[in-house]
């Protein structure tokens, strides 16, 4: 596809689950974020891949969350025994390079949105 | 304390009226400021980017402007639109970290007819 594919786009677990989120970037976007957005409020950093490394793991918030990206493209956010806390919209972005470069705009996806009863 | 301050929180125009929204920051030193704009439902979309020492930047009606010295940067919409309604987000890049963004809560802009 042409954008940042992100499924599922809604997931309801129960309190305890565990979940996967994935994320399909940009065909080529060596960089890719994971974000976090509490209803009305800014968006959170998680993690961050350059290639299939992460090198800035500190935005996950406990021992629960966990992330890998492999091919340097698919990228899968888990969330282990799930909080009411947990419950956000997490997004998903890529870029071609690095943020940090002025000539690389981060591209979205639409996110999925999480409730955990 | 958040390194991005966007105001007003929210605010409602009337079609075919500009407006103007506020982004203070602390965030220093920072290679770029952008400005994204985020549908009800749907993932940010870029609207402009910065670097330091831009003072203007364009994107049809939407016009981004940076003071780098007192850290102030805006956003002016002008005839605004119905598709305009949306959350307006204020992000600053800072140069040492490379994922970190620092992101504004927003304003929320609603057009009337």
């Known amino acids: 596809g042409a954008g940042v594919s992100q499924s599922p786009s809604n997931k309801v677990t129960e309190k305890g689950k565990d979940v996967e989120l994935r994320c399909d970037p940009i065909?080529?976007?060596?960089?890719l974020y994971w974000y976090r957005q509490r209803l009305g409020q800014g968006l959170e950093f998680l993690i961050y891949?350059?290639?299939?490394?992460?090198?800035?793991k500190s935005g996950l918030p406990s021992d629960r969350f966990s992330a890998e990206r492999t091919g340097e493209s698919v990228s899968t956010l888990t969330i282990q025994r799930t909080q009411q806390e947990d419950s956000a919209v997490y997004l998903c972005?890529?870029?071609?390079?690095?943020?940090?470069?002025?000539?690389?705009?981060?591209?979205f996806g639409n996110g999925t949105r999480l409730t955990v009863t | 304390k958040n390194q991005v301050e966007q105001s007003p929180q929210s605010l409602i125009i009337l079609e075919g009226k500009n407006c103007t929204l506020q982004?203070?920051?602390?965030?220093?030193?920072?290679?770029?400021l952008r400005w994204y704009k985020q549908d009800t439902g749907r993932g940010p979309v870029s609207l402009t980017i910065?670097?330091?020492?831009?003072n203007t930047k364009s994107n049809g009606r939407y016009t981004a402007t940076l003071d780098a010295d007192t850290k102030q940067s805006s956003l002016h919409i002008t005839a605004s639109q119905l598709s305009d309604s949306a959350s307006y987000i204020c992000?600053?890049?800072?140069?040492?970290?490379?994922?970190?963004?620092?992101f504004g809560a927003g304003t929320q802009v609603v057009v009337t007819p």
């Open positions: 891949f350059q290639g299939n490394s992460a090198p800035d």
């Open positions: 065909s080529g976007h060596t960089a």
């Open positions: 982004c203070n920051y602390t965030v220093s030193p920072f290679s770029n």
């Open positions: 972005a890529s870029s071609l390079e690095p943020v940090s470069s002025y000539n690389s705009p981060l591209h």
């Open positions: 992000v600053v890049i800072p140069t040492d970290s490379w994922g970190k963004l620092q």
């Open positions: 910065m670097t330091f020492s831009e």
